[in-house]
């Protein structure tokens, strides 16, 4: 299970970083991505990190703003998310999924376990 945090209200060109816990299992098995859902629009890809960690590629809305990481140790993956617009408001999702290959990240909406969402609100 996957448990999405850190959401909230913020400022534009203010920070958050997002937090998604896994419980009940390992992530050093997955590679894992954020995407989100902004209010009448589909899910859309993120970022997304290489089960070994090595490997990150970002959306172009968010390269050079949004940085994701993970902590194996803590069964976590993060999404710090630098100089905020309004367009950034969205319904934030974390996601595993089990890709053989350890270097492979995975930019498409077809993971095999996602998180609960958090909201994030960025006003101008």
């Known amino acids: 299970q996957l448990q999405a945090s850190g959401g909230g209200l913020v400022l534009a060109g203010g920070s958050l970083v997002l937090s998604c816990l896994a419980s009940?299992?390992?992530?050093?098995?997955?590679?894992l991505g954020w995407f989100r859902q902004a209010p009448g629009s589909g899910r859309e890809f993120v970022a997304a990190?290489?089960?070994?960690?090595?490997?990150?590629y970002y959306a172009d809305s968010g390269k050079g703003r949004f940085t994701i990481s993970r902590d194996n140790a803590k069964n976590t993956v993060y999404l710090q998310m630098n100089s905020l617009k309004p367009e950034d408001t969205a319904v934030y999702y974390c996601?595993?999924?089990?890709?053989?290959?350890?270097?492979?990240?995975?930019?498409?909406?077809?993971?095999?376990?996602w998180g609960q969402g958090t909201l994030v609100t960025v006003s101008s």
């Open positions: 990190i290489s089960r070994d960690g090595r490997r990150t």
């Open positions: 996601a595993a999924d089990n890709i053989l290959r350890a270097d492979r990240v995975n930019p498409y909406n077809d993971y095999d376990y």
């Open positions: 009940g299992g390992t992530l050093r098995n997955y590679a």
